[in-house]
């Protein structure tokens, strides 16, 4: 099938692949806070260690991300839902009462996150109607909740997994709970 701009068929497609909801966060040269909900993140590169987020050009927040030098990238968990989606609301007053705290740059910052990434500039690329903002991970915090999985437009808790895999001990799950997980060995791949 031919994908025409702005098709219905990609969109829906996009939507159907799973991915974890993030909220990405820095400050203007002003100060002020900005931030944004984004399923669109991945890893780029081990070495340098890099990630990627997308964000829409027509956002509020694309100048201060634009101009920005440094910014947080929070992996949310299930009970973060509602602030995903008021991070994901044009002009909604996102940092009031959501618990971010200054870090040491003065980047807003969520304690009691699934992943916390302190991210430096490494580059910017225009990708159509996204700019595609690449950063350099220079702090890693893990924290001890699973995050949620963003699927045909709604979040879906994972199922509580084996925490072995994760350097934690305890009883082992029920395996009636469990996801089913296929490695494979895919070299170059």
Not at 8 to 28: H, L, Q
Not at 63 to 87: G, K, S, T
Not at 166 to 188: C, F, H, M, N, Y
Request: proline residues 6%.
């Amino acid at each position: 099938m031919r994908v025409e701009a702005s098709s219905s068929a990609f969109r829906e497609a996009m939507a159907s692949f799973p991915s974890g909801a993030t909220i990405v966060t820095t400050s203007d040269s002003d100060g002020r806070w900005w931030g944004f909900t984004a399923s669109s993140f991945c890893s780029v590169s081990m070495d340098p260690p890099l990630v990627l987020t997308c964000l829409a050009n027509t956002a509020q927040c694309f100048p201060a991300f634009a101009e920005a030098a440094r910014w947080n990238i929070h992996v949310l968990q299930h009970r973060h839902a509602d602030l995903a989606m008021r991070f994901a609301t044009r002009g909604a007053a996102k940092f009031n009462g959501a618990g971010f705290q200054p870090d040491a740059d003065g980047l807003p910052f969520l304690k009691d996150v699934s992943i916390s990434l302190r991210c430096a500039t490494y580059s910017k690329v225009d990708g159509g109607d996204h700019l595609v903002l690449i950063g350099r991970v220079e702090e890693v915090g893990m924290g001890e909740e699973m995050p949620f999985v963003y699927f045909r437009r709604r979040f879906h808790s994972l199922p509580a997994g084996d925490d072995k895999a994760a350097g934690k001990s305890g009883p082992a799950p029920d395996r009636a709970s469990l996801p089913v997980v296929i490695e494979l060995d895919l070299g170059w791949m």
